[in-house]
């Protein structure tokens, strides 16, 4: 009985963990995505604005 109690302890201490951890690691590619994304878009502007500038002043 008692090892049983345990194991189901242990399990869903387990399971706990693993679905915690597919929480931080979806949370954490949300996270880079937006950075990536934001870094591009930026990275994008820069080129277009840079772009133009060169042109009008050339």
């Known amino acids: 009985?008692?090892?049983?109690w345990n194991w189901t302890l242990c399990?869903?201490?387990i399971s706990?963990?693993?679905?915690?951890g597919f929480l931080?690691?979806?949370?954490?590619h949300i996270?880079?995505?937006v950075v990536c994304h934001q870094?591009?878009?930026?990275?994008l502007l820069q080129n277009i604005y840079g772009t133009i500038f060169?042109?009008?002043i050339f």
């Open 24 to 28: 931080l690691q979806s949370a954490l």
């Open 1 to 4: 009985m008692g090892f049983n």
């Open 11 to 13: 399990y869903q201490n």
């Open 39 to 43: 870094t591009f878009i930026y990275i």
């Open 54 to 56: 060169s042109t009008s």
């Open 16 to 20: 706990f963990i693993i679905h915690m």
């Open 31 to 33: 996270c880079l995505n």
